[in-house]
């Protein structure tokens, strides 16, 4: 149980930690969660790229946000795998359109 007070130093019992885990789980195990989850990764560059913009320190950031929410969710080693593969295919589309969108405000 000190592991979910390490998360949450503004829950004072455990039960309330294990409640608030739980809520987590429920949201992201929806579709609409899944949705959501799946930007949060990218806009985190979760699967270690950095996304273009921005400082390193709020790429960072963005980065321990989206893994507290995935290591609360304990996906099994096969799905983390499955979601690494995910986040860097989505991250490699979105680097290629935002160069094909740069070269053509070029060609003006």
Do not use: C
């Not at 007070?5 to 294990?18: E, L, S, T």
């Not at 949705?35 to 921005?54: F, N, S, Y």
Request: net charge neutral; no cysteine; hydrophobic share 40%.
């Amino acid at each position: 149980m000190k592991a979910l007070f390490w998360f949450w130093p503004h829950k004072k019992r455990p039960n309330d930690a294990v409640l608030l885990v739980e809520q987590y789980r429920q949201v992201f195990s929806t579709e609409s969660g899944k949705a959501v989850l799946e930007d949060i990764l990218l806009q985190a560059g979760w699967a270690d790229i950095t996304p273009p913009g921005g400082p390193i320190e709020r790429n960072e950031g963005k980065r321990e946000i989206a893994n507290h929410i995935i290591n609360l969710l304990r996906f099994p080693e096969s799905d983390m795998a499955k979601l690494r593969l995910q986040a860097a295919n989505l991250q490699a589309k979105f680097n290629k359109s935002q160069m094909e969108m740069n070269n053509d405000r070029s060609d003006d």
